[in-house]
Every structure is written in C-alpha cells, then in structure tokens.
C-alpha cells in the first residue's frame, strides 16, 4: 500500500501567483510558511519556519485567488509532486511542491467581513467539487517560475 498524502496549517507568504494556462486551465501558485516551535537540548525555545510551493488547479485555484491574500491562514490537504528540468545553463534541477487537493481558508478581517466572505465562499464551493479532474496538457514549464 502507498499513500502521498499532506497536511499543512500555514500562513501565505506573499499573494497568490494566479494566471490562465493557453489552454484555459486556471493555475495558481501558493506560496506557505509553516512554524515548529520546539526546545533545543538545553531547554531554549526555537523556532523554525519551513516554506512550501503550493500548486492549485481549476476551479480551486480560483477560488485561492480569489479569498487568499498576503498573511492569510490556510489548511493545505494534497500531495507532494518532484520537478525534475534542465536550467539554461543545462544543470539538472530538482524541486518539490504541493499539488492542493483541497484549500480551507482561515479567518481574516472584522466578523461582519469574514461571514460575508463565507456566503460567497459556500455558494463558489456548490461549484467545485474537490478531486476534480483537470483536462488539458501542460507541461512542467507551465507552471515553472
């Protein structure tokens, strides 16, 4: 049995990277910062921050661009993906990302704002179905930066 499968609670580090395929298939680029607090071996607090590229498709991507801003909390549920390509000085590169599967955004602004927001957020989700498929090709440059 396999199983490729993430978690991250995070906060954005920047706005979302969103922009339409030639084929018409939205894609956006979240990019994530995550926090693991721990002690060292003499009892100090530390803190360490791991960042994530976030990949997301279709409609789900949309709707990342359209809630999900700067500082924002978001829950990541997808799976790890590994990028191999050629930089143009011909050395072999190698990086990691997260295709999401499913986006659950976190609170932001005022409660009058953020149930608002949920309105539009739940009539938007009647649409998506998480797990949809994405049809179209593209290839590893498409969403390359």
Do not use: C
Not at 14 to 33: E, K, W
Not at 82 to 87: E, F, K, V, Y
Not at 92 to 102: F, M, P, Q, R, V
């Amino acid at each position: 049995m396999n199983l490729n499968k993430v978690f991250l609670i995070g906060r954005l580090t920047q706005d979302v990277d969103f922009r339409y395929l030639p084929s018409g298939t939205a894609l956006a680029i979240l990019n994530v910062a995550t926090n693991r607090v721990y002690k060292d071996r003499v009892g100090n607090l530390k803190e360490e921050t791991e960042y994530h590229k976030v990949v997301a498709w279709g409609k789900l991507a949309e709707l990342a661009h359209k809630y999900l801003s700067k500082g924002r909390l978001v829950f990541v549920e997808g799976r790890i993906h590994s990028r191999n390509w050629l930089d143009s000085q011909g050395n072999k590169k190698l990086s990691y990302e997260i295709i999401a599967e499913n986006i659950r955004f976190g609170p932001r602004g005022s409660i009058i704002e953020t149930e608002k927001e949920l309105e539009n957020l739940e009539a938007d989700l009647d649409v998506y179905k998480p797990g949809e498929e994405i049809e179209g090709d593209f290839s590893d440059l498409d969403i390359l930066y």
